[in-house]
């Protein structure tokens, strides 16, 4: 079963820059989408942004504008640029695989934005 490890998390100053790294554990399929989720303490985990092996790509409304998804050259790679932090950004932060075999989780990192 592939596994998925994220990376970057940490804490920043309201409009600092944090960049968000997740590795799949082996080559994954060519139909995917891989994306990131989010959950702050006391609430529901949420949905932030998604990209498809096409390269579709697909933004929640609270961080469009100023999160960037993108891939790696080698595809089970998934990258999550944040600018413009806010405090309400603080979570840990999910990157989810959709595959063939079905969704998969990494096991979270942290982001702290100190206002």
């Known amino acids: 079963q592939v596994q998925l490890v994220e990376s970057g998390g940490g804490l920043v100053q309201a409009g600092g820059s944090l960049r968000l790294s997740c590795a799949a554990s082996?080559?994954?399929?060519?139909?995917?989408?891989m994306g990131w989720y989010r959950q702050a303490p006391g609430k529901q985990r949420e949905w932030v942004a998604s990209?498809?092996?096409?390269?579709?790509?697909y933004y929640a409304d609270s961080v469009k504008g100023r999160f960037t998804i993108s891939r790696g050259n080698a595809k089970n790679t998934v990258f999550l640029q944040m600018n413009s932090l806010k405090s309400e950004d603080t979570a840990v932060y999910y990157c989810?695989?959709?595959?063939?075999?079905?969704?998969?989780w990494g096991q979270g990192t942290q982001v702290t934005v100190s206002s």
């Open positions: 990209i498809t092996s096409g390269g579709t790509i």
């Open positions: 082996r080559t994954i399929s060519s139909m995917n989408t």
């Open positions: 989810n695989l959709q595959g063939l075999g079905g969704s998969t």
